[in-house]
DNA sequence: GTAATTAATCGTAATATTGCAATATAAAAT
DNA sequence: ATTTTATATTGCAATATTACGATTAATTAC
């Protein structure tokens, strides 16, 4: 098949996994801890960090925008992608309540 | 391709979009979801609950079981899943120190 | 104006994921 | 012993993802 049933589930369920998806993969992890360490923003620089292809870091960066976790501006003829702060949040809190959940304390088997 | 280039990455980072990955599936959220609220542990209720077949939650429950996430006792006929509360501090310290990296307070672009 | 730079998009190949029916396995109930 | 119950595994079809070369579009430098 490869496509999910969203349709079972719930508005949040479906939220928090698509959130989940967008930064499960290293590329993107590694992208965005470059976009976070160079505090600001930064351009095309990521291609030279990265040992990925110029296409597929866009590829990536576009998988990040589509999930609203970054934003770019036009700068020129250059890109400048930084966090988007809202969607962070967001972030945080969702994955907050939904590891906060268990109680690691206690485990059954 | 649809191969991931793990080899280009820090061991953080691939070990940080596995997890992430592990949970970016609205059926592995509910999953993980019912097994939480049930304070202990469930069995194939999870079959009853969501509307996907049993080979399915089976399959769900095997990814869960590979990321180290949830463990599973065979209790009679039926297994018992829990969450590994190992994997799941490690779950929330790594997740925690990644999101919190960003000072959401200033936002350039 | 022309060449160089930057980044997005298109097309494509390889591989992964999702979902399920069918089957297999193992314990429990009869 | 046979049937029922519970779960895992296999095989398969449909779709998604990853990666990249080639191309395009827009800006800057010369």
Redesign the pocket.
């Known amino acids: 098949?490869?496509?999910?049933?969203i349709e079972i589930y719930s508005v949040e369920q479906n939220r928090l996994a698509q959130l989940l998806?967008a930064l499960?993969?290293p590329?993107r992890i590694a992208i965005l801890q470059e976009i976070i360490k160079s505090n600001s923003c930064i351009?095309?620089d990521l291609?030279l960090e990265l040992?990925?292809?110029?296409?597929?870091?866009?590829?990536?960066?576009?998988?990040l925008k589509n999930a609203d976790i970054i934003q770019?501006t036009?700068e020129?003829?250059?890109?400048c992608y930084c966090i988007n702060p809202k969607t962070w949040k967001a972030l945080e809190t969702e994955i907050g309540n939904f590891l906060s959940a268990v109680n690691t304390g206690n485990n059954c088997c």
Chains 1, 2 share one sequence.
């Open positions: 098949m490869g496509i999910t049933k998806k499960a993969h590329a351009c095309g291609v040992g990925l292809a110029q296409a597929t870091i866009s590829q990536h960066l576009k998988e770019g036009i020129g003829a250059s890109v």
